[in-house]
């Protein structure tokens, strides 16, 4: 019987479990399950088609078929058929073995039972599985979704590359800048790391007990076990881990997760500049009909998506490191803390993938408050003074820097005194000129430009 999302402990099959359903098919205890089902039939057929493993007989294709379609048509109930088997031996991967040992009676494959599971520990099996669990997610939701967001912050940078806007160093005003420019910065910051994460593929290590090969070098020596290996683990789609102690050491995995790690990083970073820029005023949010705000205050219109972003993302960002330091270190050959670890690796991206899903929403909300934002620059001549000491540096006017200084730092600034301080200068006239036409609006140098180009 289900049970209801209500008495649910964590948020992620409770409050937001219709929002997560996708990552069932990858982090689920039914996707680990499955997985290994998936992993210990592969390994039976692969054996059986094997030339060099002549103990293992060739099966019939009908009987290879009938095998496939085990995983194929794996269902919840077969999972809990699992589950109850496991109630008895207390061991998760024998329980799948006996299962398939089971439906190979139904089969009338008998005679295969004794080759299921054969030269494997229960980490041969685990370690697959949960690399195919994670390429599963990285190729389809995690791709799927960040395609979107890049796609979206292209699109949102050229469409506002020349509209101008005062930018914000240690929160004070500074150069200005365009939105479409400051959205470009995050389009390429996100990118960078899809990019290093692209070629990265999940790793599979099978060899045995200790990495070793030691059952398989006693069935046969003449048999080249770790080609056998590497074709197995490649035939699954993973990179294939040559060197392993018990476990697969987690390396590719463990870069995965911190390049994942850096990537919502930078998106808690977008989570918070969009809520600042709403503050401001620089944003708008369209409203939604139907939505409160607040339960006291009718007219709030409250950033709750970048908000509810930069919360899962904290918490993504809090699980990942932990999984991440945990996997790489074992006693020894090993020990069993990476278990335990292993299975909160869902939680720790589904945090992430409900923070990118609410970045996604936010950003389909906002709009530019384009009369704010000129208000601001118009207000904001000592903008100006960086153009004005460069072009006196340019005419080799001494002490620059500081005479500009003393007029405008701390001090009311507007066009007033700007255009005074141009006409006392002793520039050339086309550097006179270029500076008179000159607004807080068009200081932007090539920020439009660079918008343009990603």
């Known amino acids: 019987m289900l049970k209801n999302t209500l008495k649910s402990i964590s948020p992620l099959d409770g409050r937001y479990a219709t929002k997560l359903s996708e990552l069932e098919n990858h982090f689920s205890e039914f996707a680990l399950i499955k997985s290994r089902v998936l992993v210990e039939i592969k390994w039976l057929i692969f054996m059986s088609k094997s030339k060099g493993i002549k103990f293992v007989p060739p099966l019939q294709k009908n009987k290879e078929n009938a095998l496939n379609k085990l995983v194929e048509d794996f269902s919840l109930q077969d999972a809990e058929k699992i589950k109850k088997i496991e109630a008895k031996t207390n061991h998760d991967v024998k329980a799948v073995e006996l299962f398939i040992g089971k439906k190979l009676d139904e089969l009338k494959l008998s005679s295969y039972k004794e080759f299921v599971h054969l030269f494997c520990t229960s980490e041969d099996i685990n370690n697959l599985s949960y690399n195919l669990m994670l390429k599963g997610y990285l190729e389809n939701e995690f791709k799927e979704i960040n395609s979107f967001l890049l796609k979206d912050l292209k699109s949102k940078s050229k469409k506002w590359a020349k509209l101008s806007m005062m930018s914000f160093t240690h929160g004070q005003s500074a150069s200005p800048t365009t939105l479409g420019k400051e959205i470009a910065n995050f389009h390429e910051r996100i990118k960078f790391h899809l990019n290093i994460l692209s070629p990265i593929k999940p790793s599979g290590k099978f060899n045995g007990a200790v990495g070793n090969y030691n059952a398989h070098f006693i069935a046969s020596e003449k048999i080249n076990w770790q080609l056998i290996s590497e074709k197995f683990v490649k035939s699954l789609g993973l990179s294939w881990s040559k060197y392993s102690t018990q476990i697969e050491l987690k390396d590719e995995m463990v870069t995965i997760i911190s390049t994942i790690e850096n990537l919502n990083n930078v998106l808690l970073d977008l989570s918070k500049d969009c809520w600042l820029y709403i503050s401001k005023g620089y944003l708008k949010q369209l409203v939604v009909a139907g939505e409160v705000g607040s339960s006291t205050m009718p007219h709030k219109v409250n950033p709750i998506d970048f908000e509810n972003a930069e919360g899962n993302l904290t918490l993504s960002n809090g699980l990942l490191p932990a999984i991440r330091e945990k996997l790489q270190v074992s006693r020894l050959q090993r020990d069993l803390s990476d278990s335990t670890t292993l299975r909160n690796m869902g939680s720790g991206f589904a945090y992430s993938y409900l923070a990118y899903k609410s970045l996604l929403k936010g950003l389909s909300k906002i709009e530019p408050n384009k009369e704010q934002i000129k208000k601001d620059l118009e207000n ?41 301080i141009i006409a006392n200068l002793d520039i050339n006239e086309e550097d006179k000129a270029k500076l008179s036409q000159l607004t807080p609006l068009k200081y932007i140098g090539l920020a439009d430009k660079l918008a343009k180009e990603i």
């Open 380 to 420: 904001s001549w000592e903008v100006l003074a960086e153009p004005l000491q460069t072009i006196m540096r340019k005419n080799k006017i001494s002490d620059s820097y500081n005479l500009i200084k003393k007029i405008s730092r701390g001090k009311p600034f507007d066009k007033k005194i700007y255009l005074a």
